[in-house]
Each structure stands twice: as structure tokens, then as C-alpha cells.
């Protein structure tokens, strides 16, 4: 239990009724919030309180509501997922703000994540990404090699396995000034690449990722790294270093 009171809060939300609508910032009090509480568990209190008032909850994203899904995508006091690091929204506590803030609470601002309601974005171009190549094609005749029985070295499990750890929320994106979707796609493609069940696929794989990428409008990387220190997961640069070496490798064997 945290030793602090309860705190009361002036809330500025992006309210936007559709896709279309202009949207706008507005003013929103709550009252005797529990430093112990989540910062999605604080939204719940406000959205109770207006449907009690009869007026229409604020739409946010969620499911798990630990760490898990990347669902949860708030833009909080400029900082995607708010002023923790390495946590999720979901995460995030009443303990980090104090009696009388002012919070403000924005959707992930992007081109290739459209803002379909309040807080919600479209992130459906995440999904494309993917389906155009973050997944490995595996025998299922019922002979399928026991993966344990295929050495790999400690180094590149541990890599393969922290890229692995991305969940897709695109706070990488929300935090990039050129709105980029670098780490991400890069922590999709060394998660396999590093592994010797990725490397049948390699080449289309990090090919075909690259080109949806771009299709989708996401931004150029710059190397600015912000997206590094917002990322909930820790998802490391070095994993842009193996993509572009990837893309490299797999454009020239592709034109010899
Ligand atoms: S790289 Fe990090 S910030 Fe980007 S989608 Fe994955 S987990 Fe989220
Ligand atoms: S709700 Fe699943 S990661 Fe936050």
C-alpha cells in the first residue's frame, strides 16, 4: 500500500466522436483516486462517473491489463504510456502523479494509426506488417523435428528471444517524430532471422515486411532512438542493425 492519499485530478482528454469528427481536448475533474490504483483503473472511475451522469465513456484500448497484449495506447502528458519506463499503461500507477496534476491524455498520433474514436487508433497496419511475413512456415505432417533437438547458441536465443518480447503496442511509432515503424518491424524480423527455423524464409521475409512498412505510410528511421527509451519492452536498436543487414543481404542476392 502506498503511504499517499488519495489524490483528486483534472483530466484533459482527446475526445473524438468518429473518424471524421475534429476532435478536441476537454476538461475532465475525478475525484479521491487511490495512488494504488492502475492508470486504466483511474479511466474506469471517470468513465463510471459519467455514464452515471448519463453522458458518453471515454473509448480507450485494452485487454490484458498486464503488460501483455500491447493493447493499451495512451498518450500520456506527451509521453507514450506516460512517465514510467518499461511499463505499459496498463502498468502505469496513480503514484507516479500527485494531489491536483493536471494529466492530459492524448491517442497515438500517426498517419498509418487513424484515430477512430476518443483514444482508440486504428493499428490494423501493424497486422499487415506481420501477415506479410512475421511468421515461419513448419511442417505439421506430424514429423516435425523436436526444436529442442536443434542446437542454437545461448547468444542468439537470448536475442531472438528478447526481440520476441515486442507486443505490438506502436508506442514506437506514437513517440518517433518521423512517425516510424522501425523497431518494430526489425524486432519482428531478428526474432526469426537470429533462429535457424527463421532462416528458410529470410530474404521474402524481411523483403516483404520492409515494403508493407512503406505501403502503410509509416515514416523514415532517422536514428533519433527515442522509440528505444519509450518502448515498453526494451526492444533495443540493435535489432534495426540486423534488419538492415538482413534487407541489405536479401536485396543484392535478389539481383544477382
Ligand atoms: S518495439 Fe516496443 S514500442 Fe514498438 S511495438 Fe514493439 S513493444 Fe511496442
Ligand atoms: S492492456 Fe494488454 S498490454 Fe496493456
Known amino acids: 500500500m502506498s503511504e499517499k492519499k488519495d489524490m483528486d485530478l483534472t483530466l484533459k482528454i482527446w475526445r473524438q466522436k468518429d473518424a471524421q469528427d475534429k476532435g478536441q481536448m476537454v476538461n475532465y475533474p475525478v475525484k479521491s483516486i487511490s495512488p494504488d490504483s492502475s492508470f486504466l483503473e483511474m479511466l474506469d472511475v471517470l468513465n463510471e462517473d459519467l455514464v452515471n451522469k448519463g453522458d458518453e465513456p471515454v473509448a480507450f484500448d485494452h485487454d490484458c491489463r498486464e503488460g501483455i497484449c500491447g493493447m493499451c495506447s495512451l498518450y500520456i502528458n506527451g509521453e507514450a504510456h506516460g512517465p514510467d519506463r518499461k511499463v505499459t499503461t496498463c502498468q502505469l500507477h496513480m503514484r507516479k502523479f500527485k494531489d491536483g496534476d493536471t494529466i492530459t491524455i492524448e491517442p497515438w498520433r500517426a498517419n498509418a494509426f487513424p484515430v477512430l474514436k476518443d483514444l482508440v487508433v486504428d493499428r490494423s497496419s501493424f497486422d499487415r506488417i506481420q501477415q506479410a511475413g512475421g511468421f515461419i512456415s513448419v511442417n505439421t505432417s506430424g514429423n516435425t523435428q523436436d526444436a529442442n533437438a536443434i542446437p542454437i547458441s545461448k547468444i542468439d536465443a537470448d536475442n531472438a528471444m528478447d526481440a520476441a518480447t515486442c507486443i505490438g503496442c506502436g508506442a514506437c511509432v506514437a513517440t518517433c517524430k518521423n512517425a516510424s515503424a522501425m523497431l518494430f518491424v526489425s524486432a519482428k524480423v531478428a526474432q526469426f532471422s537470429l ?62
Open 195 to 256: 533462429l535457424p527455423q527463421g532462416k528458410v524464409e529470410r530474404k521474402e521475409r524481411v523483403l516483404n515486411m520492409v515494403h508493407q512498412m512503406d505501403l502503410e505510410g509509416f515514416g523514415n528511421c532517422t536514428n533519433t532512438g527515442a522509440c528505444e527509451v519509450e518502448c515498453p519492452k526494451g526492444i533495443s536498436l540493435e535489432n534495426i542493425a540486423i534488419m538492415n543487414t538482413e534487407y541489405l543481404k536479401a536485396s543484392i542476392s535478389k539481383k544477382a
